[in-house]
């Protein structure tokens, strides 16, 4: 069970890390990032039941992100 929380907080973490280099590629015309909102936004999912939720139940990304 502690294994699984130190796993979660992890992805946590990463998964914000990646959200933020996407916030500085779109201030940077050299980095991208669409690849770097994309893993993070994976992370997240993977962290967290209830953002996991919060996305499958999203009209808009509901179709897209079914089988993750």
Known sequence: MKLRY?????LFIIGLFFILLGFVGLLLPIAP??????????CLMK???RI???VKQHALYKSIVKNL
Do not use: L, M, T
């Open 33 to 42: 990032q669409v690849p770097f909102f994309i893993i993070g936004a994976i």
């Open 47 to 49: 962290s967290s039941n």
């Open 6 to 10: 130190i796993y979660q907080s992890v």
């Open 52 to 54: 996991r939720d919060c």
